[in-house]
């Protein structure tokens, strides 16, 4: 309609207008009757003329890649509006009547909607030869005028005859590419919809579904048809069923966005957790339109979330049962030896009086007794923090922890060790230490075996610990899953320097607990012990 604006005012009316002034002097006797013919011709020209010429410049190709029944179609409108022009303009006066007039609106309309300005322009072409060959041959409602002298009738009847269907072949097409921006913005949407990672769903006014996408489809596993209207809840579990549709019903009253969690069913028959987030649609005119939502499976985050609490809980019970355990140490062993050690001294102050063999059987007694106590609280300050691995380095530590801790566990740990750098990490080291000190002792603790295997290796890549034995074995994973918090932390110390951790066990067939830690692309000095 824009366009058809601006090229009504410059060439059908400005362009006539001056048109007429400059040349109606040699058109007729009186000037302003010169001046009317005139522009009523160069009007006629620029409303059916121009328009078919540009027409089929700009569409006419097109036009012909159109579909064969499109051609057809056409062919039919302009064999159809000919005949009926021809019967119209070239009847005798005593046949014709008013009403054939109307004849041509239907083929003008079909042209004008069906065909927009290159129909209507090239109908207009057809509907204006006929008449004027029919005014010429002096036949038609026309035939008693004489055309070069007074054109007028003829020329007002086209003009206004053509202008109205103008209009409509401008609005059809206008209102066709309106409809075509819709459908490729419906499609650009689908696509996008279709192929993205979450599932998407549309309401209406009726707060009934109008559209899921295909990833919903897929999510479920049903058909289109058993998904839209109320048809979605079926798949919600039904201890969620009357919170979910109270939060969406509330949503739609308030037009408010809203964001739920629920349990819906799989096409696998597994109920999943989904986070469900709609927001209110409006329309340009401010009405609401309905929601739009997307839904995202939140099961793995869901597990995720319980298993970092159950890790913290077991965090802070194991923070508890190891602060117990050295106050029972202290109190039970270490308290009691120590007063037992008071109680002897006093008794060596008492026999002070007695025999030198005496005193001095007493003296190496607690002699005996202090030193005793000294391993275990130095043992016991070991397994808190270990001096020697701060000072002396991995491979020191790691082998005095294990002497140590089969002098008090009675147990024979063998040490190997192999190409260990010089320099290691220091959070390299301590990782490697506390996974050795979790795993001896876990070793000891379950595996109802007497011999254990400690071995270090190092390379230029890497420094690999492997702690074994040959006795009942377990399920690894279960342990990892229910209980085993030694695991974890092992394994989440060993990921914090980018190492890993494996298990290889079976019942009966012993353990094999490999850490594993890379030293990146830095050269390492190797020191070879023997």
Request: with cysteine; proline share 3%.
């Amino acid at each position: 309609m824009r366009a058809l604006a601006k090229y009504s005012v410059f060439a059908v009316v400005l362009g006539p207008i001056a048109g007429a002034f400059l040349s109606a002097h040699g058109i007729a006797s009186d000037y302003w009757m010169g001046w009317k013919i005139v522009f009523l011709s160069e009007v006629l020209a620029f409303v059916t003329v121009t328009p078919a010429l540009l027409s089929w410049v700009s569409e006419g190709r097109v036009l012909m890649r159109r579909s064969r029944a499109l051609h057809l179609e056409g062919v039919m409108l302009i064999a159809g509006l000919v005949l009926v022009s021809y019967i119209v303009f070239t009847l005798p006066e005593s046949s014709r009547s008013s009403a054939l007039f109307y004849t041509l609106v239907p083929f003008l309309l079909w042209s004008a909607l069906r065909f927009g300005w290159l129909g209507i322009s090239t109908s207009l072409i057809a509907v204006t030869s006929l008449s004027i060959w029919g005014a010429v041959d002096g036949r038609g409602p026309f035939s008693n005028l004489v055309p070069l002298t007074d054109p007028l009738p003829i020329q007002m009847f086209l003009i206004f005859a053509s202008i109205p269907f103008m209009v409509l072949a401008a609005l059809a097409e206008e209102h066709e590419q309106s409809a075509q921006v819709i459908r490729e913005s419906e499609e650009r949407f689908r696509l996008v919809a279709n192929t993205a990672p979450v599932m998407i769903w549309m309401a209406g006014t009726d707060r009934l579904f109008t559209y899921v996408n295909q990833p919903w489809l897929e999510f479920t596993g049903r058909p289109l048809e058993a998904e839209l209207g109320n048809g979605w809840v079926e798949g919600v579990h039904n201890e969620d069923l009357k919170r979910c549709q109270e939060t969406y019903s509330q949503a739609f009253d308030q037009r408010q966005s809203f964001a739920m969690e629920y349990h819906i069913r799989r096409n696998d028959g597994e109920y999943r957790w989904i986070l469900d987030i709609g927001v209110p649609r409006f329309n340009r005119d401010g009405s609401f339109a309905g929601y739009i939502g997307s839904c995202l499976d939140i099961t793995d985050r869901k597990l995720a979330e319980e298993a970092l609490a159950s890790v913290g809980r077991r965090l802070i019970e194991a923070h508890e049962e190891e602060r117990t355990w050295i106050a029972r140490e202290l109190h039970d062993d270490i308290g009691q030896r120590i007063a037992l050690l008071a109680i002897e001294l006093g008794r060596l102050d008492l026999h002070a009086t007695g025999s030198v063999l005496d005193g001095h059987e007493y003296l190496q007694h607690a002699r005996q007794r202090a030193s005793d106590l000294g391993k275990d609280i130095q043992a016991l300050s070991h397994r808190l923090h270990s001096s020697k691995l701060e000072y002396l380095g991995l491979v020191t530590a790691a082998k005095s922890f294990c002497h140590e801790l089969s002098e008090q566990r009675n147990v024979r740990i063998e040490f190997k060790h192999s190409d260990i750098p010089a320099t290691i990490p220091k959070e390299i080291s301590l990782c490697l230490f506390r996974v050795l000190q979790e795993a001896l002792q876990n070793a000891i603790n379950h595996s109802a075996e007497q011999n254990f295997t400690v071995e270090v290796h190092g390379t230029k890549e890497e420094i690999s610990l492997t702690v074994s034995d040959s006795g009942i074995g377990f399920n690894w994973q279960d342990a990892m899953n229910r209980r085993g918090l030694g695991l974890i932390s092992m394994r989440e110390r060993l990921r914090l320097v980018n190492g890993e951790l494996s298990i290889q066990s079976a019942s009966g067939r012993g353990t094999i607990v490999l850490a594993r830690v890379p030293l990146g692309e830095t050269e390492h000095s190797l020191e070879i012990a023997g």
